[in-house]
């Protein structure tokens, strides 16, 4: 079997799309999204994403880890997907379902935007934050434990911050270390606000480039540029 698909990338952040809302796909084993997701043997990316039809959206987005293993929600996936509807849908907002929420997907000054909604925080320690976006962060105040480490969730370790700009490295469940992660950005404002008891719109730098979280009556806002690597035929 042969079938089309996209590669998109937010800040470093990259994604392999498959779109089965038109096309007849493979079962997606592990085994499969494993191979795909190889930069030696596959397409090579850090997540795979899977669209499909869905009676109140646009698109369902169903998210796979480099490892085979599924994931929750993507802010920077969103953002990649989001661009690549508007363009076949010729619309300026598109909505994207996730397992557990409905997103809107627009374009802005700043590239494109989601409305990734609200964030809970479940525990405030000493060196960290854990915070839920419909998948879980630990967002850590430069005290990461290598050794320890936090396998269940996602980790961001800030280095520096301040009241508008913060700098984060991130390791990612089933994936490992990447150079982007949308959800983690919003994860690593938010814990900030929680930190300065302020919620100034925030630029987080991660190592792939930069993106800007803003706190609205709606919920959070992820903001930033997304690119079309290439496309291809995958046998």
């Given amino acids: 079997m042969t079938f089309s698909f996209v590669k998109m990338q937010a800040q470093g952040n990259d994604?392999?799309?498959?779109?089965?809302?038109k096309n007849t796909l493979p079962a997606l084993t592990p085994k499969w999204i494993q191979y795909m997701c190889d930069r030696h043997l596959g397409i090579g990316c850090d997540q795979l994403l899977l669209l499909e039809k869905h009676a109140q959206a646009d698109a369902l987005m169903l998210i796979y880890n480099a490892d085979g293993s599924q994931a929750e929600n993507c802010g920077n996936g969103l953002r990649c997907v989001g661009e690549l509807l508007m363009q076949k849908l010729d619309?300026?907002?598109?909505?994207?379902?996730?397992?557990?929420?409905?997103?809107?997907?627009?374009?802005?000054?700043?590239g494109i935007s989601v409305a990734m909604g609200e964030a809970v925080v479940e525990k405030v320690a000493q060196d960290y934050v854990d915070i839920n976006l419909g998948n879980p962060h630990r967002v850590y105040f430069d005290n990461f434990d290598k050794m320890q480490g936090?396998?269940?969730?996602?980790?961001?370790?800030?280095?520096?911050?301040?009241?508008h700009?913060?700098?984060?490295?991130?390791?990612?469940?089933?994936?490992?270390?990447?150079?982007?992660?949308?959800?983690?950005a919003c994860a690593t404002a938010v814990?900030?606000?929680?930190?300065?008891?302020?919620?100034?719109?925030?630029t987080i730098h991660m190592p792939g480039g930069k993106v800007q979280v803003l706190q609205t009556q709606a919920?959070?806002?992820l903001e930033g540029e997304v690119q079309t690597v290439f496309q291809g035929v995958f046998n």
């Fill in 15 to 21: 994604f392999v799309i498959l779109d089965g809302i």
């Fill in 91 to 110: 619309q300026s907002v598109v909505t994207i379902a996730l397992a557990d929420r409905l997103v809107q997907v627009q374009r802005t000054a700043h």
């Fill in 150 to 163: 936090c396998p269940e969730r996602n980790v961001e370790i800030i280095s520096e911050y301040d009241e």
């Fill in 165 to 184: 700009h913060a700098v984060i490295r991130i390791i990612e469940r089933g994936t490992g270390e990447t150079l982007a992660c949308g959800s983690g």
């Fill in 191 to 202: 814990a900030i606000w929680q930190k300065t008891n302020t919620n100034h719109p925030l």
């Fill in 219 to 221: 919920g959070l806002c």
